[in-house]
């Protein structure tokens, strides 16, 4: 049974930093499609940014370009996602996802979902 569980969430102010943690366990993801994906309020889900597991290939939205930084380590089955200069709008629920070597980095069809992390960004 695939998990993913978020953590290191929470509350900053404008300009500063977090770094998000997805546990992964249940499979071995060396196939997969790892990505980010946030919810704001009253808002649909967008993506954020995406890896390919065993290449490192990565992919963004223009949105936190050259802010954020997606990366894994393969001995620890995790993700991460580093988040500097951080702005208001980027609170929201950050979700961890995973989806097989074929899935669209960016659409919001990934087979596995973890449970969300809170992040708040105050001006």
């Known amino acids: 049974q695939v998990q993913l569980v978020e953590s290191g969430g929470g509350l900053v102010q404008a300009g500063g930093s977090l770094r998000l943690s997805c546990a992964a366990s249940?499979?071995?993801?060396?196939?997969?499609?790892m990505g980010w994906f946030r919810q704001a309020p009253a808002k649909e889900r967008e993506f954020v940014a995406a890896?390919?597991?065993?290449?490192?290939?990565?992919d963004y939205a223009d949105s936190v370009k050259g802010r954020f930084t997606i990366s894994r380590d393969n001995a620890k089955n995790t993700l991460y996602m580093q988040m500097n200069s951080l702005k208001p709008e980027d609170t929201a629920i950050y979700y961890c996802?995973?989806?097989?070597?074929?899935?669209?980095?960016?659409?919001?069809?990934?087979?596995?979902w973890g449970q969300g992390t809170q992040v708040t960004v105050s001006s």
């Open positions: 249940g499979r071995t993801f060396s196939r997969y499609v």
């Open positions: 996802a995973a989806g097989i070597w074929s899935t669209a980095p960016r659409r919001n069809e990934y087979d596995y």
């Open positions: 890896i390919t597991w065993s290449a490192g290939i990565t």
